[in-house]
């Protein structure tokens, strides 16, 4: 009995250890991408003078759309063949010279004379001289950026992950926070897609985090300040769009904190306001429903946005914040 005990806690501790060595695996391997994808950045705004925040922003932003991305992919920009080979031109040949015959976009970003729509240097050198064919200043780029997308959402996003990479000076963005501070009493559970108690037959589109009062919201997540305001049914309410396409909104808030308007980087734990239980009425109505932080979550995918159940994510941020 004795032996297999000990046994038993030989082999526990041999699985420890070997989980320990794959988790430091792991986050070396998470560090060498984000490493890498910096350095490839950095060189491509050498040769375009295009900040390596807008680049890596649009890098970023096409991660996101991509559904067959996979986490170590360098560079996730895919530019379509016609705009890369030129119209017609269905020979896919990779000789710079020859695309330009056809009209195509494609260039040799690493100098070995090719224009490949496989490697990634090239791929970032050719985004970023059609990115910057009206100018390098903001407005320039934000022109170049919607003659790439064509789509209002694309170019704010990437505006607006630019500004926070720009801010931070780093891309590797990976702490959360809770949304309540959560040294204060709250309770939340499973509610996403319930019918509502007001508002009709709309469905749930969040988690109701119930707090008292002057309970601190915080910000979740890095991201940037995209709306602020009085709503008809969310009262005074926040959303904040972080760098991973994903809109974060609280409603129902009693004030803001009176540092925050449009546009203001965010990082985890900032204080966005405290909890209230505004909406339901004209401006300023209150006291409708028991104070709550409505959290909802919005996924974009390049072409439309849907709402999505914060619920598992609250529960991981929450053990995070405990750490804290
Ligand atoms: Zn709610």
Redesign the pocket.
């Known amino acids: 009995m004795l032996r297999q005990v000990r046994r038993l806690i030989i082999a526990g501790c041999f699985v420890c250890f070997l989980f320990a060595v794959y988790a430091q695996d792991a986050a070396a391997n998470e560090k060498k991408i984000y490493d890498d994808r910096t350095a490839l950045y950095k060189k491509t705004e050498a040769l375009t003078h295009l900040p390596w925040y807008y680049i890596a922003a649009i890098d970023q932003y096409e991660r996101q759309i991509d559904p067959n991305a996979k986490d170590d992919q360098l560079v996730s920009i895919r530019i379509p063949d016609e705009i890369w080979f030129g119209p017609g031109n269905v020979t896919h040949i990779n000789e710079e010279n020859l695309l330009l015959l056809f009209g195509g976009k494609g260039k040799d970003g690493n100098g070995d004379g090719q224009a490949d729509p496989n490697n990634p240097e090239d791929v970032l050198y050719t985004t970023a001289m059609m990115v910057t064919e009206y100018g390098l200043n903001e407005e320039d780029i934000k022109i170049g950026l919607w003659h790439f997308y064509k789509r209002a959402l694309a170019v704010q996003t990437i505006k607006q992950t630019a500004k926070v990479f720009k801010t931070f000076q780093h891309i590797h963005l990976t702490d959360r926070d809770f949304p309540v501070d959560i040294n204060y009493n709250y309770s939340y559970r499973s509610s996403w897609g319930d019918r509502r108690g007001f508002g009709g037959l709309r469905i ?1 589109e ?1 988690t ?1 985090i119930f707090a008292d009062y002057q309970t601190p919201v915080k910000s979740t997540t890095y991201g940037v300040v995209e709306m602020k305001g009085w709503n008809t049914y969310g009262g005074w309410r926040i959303g904040i769009r972080d760098i991973f396409n994903i809109y974060h909104y609280y ?1 129902h808030l009693s004030d803001y904190n009176k540092d925050l308007q449009v546009g203001k980087v965010v990082k985890p734990g900032d204080i966005l306001g405290s909890v209230g239980s505004t909406g339901y009425g004209p401006p300023g109505t209150a006291g409708k429903f028991p104070p ?1 932080l ?1 959290y909802g979550m919005y996924k974009d995918n390049g072409k439309s946005e849907w709402s999505f159940d914060p619920y598992p994510y609250l529960r991981k941020w929450e053990q995070i914040a405990r750490q804290k």
Request: hydrophobic fraction near 15%; avoid cysteine.
């Open positions: 749930h969040g109701d409603a709550h409505h």
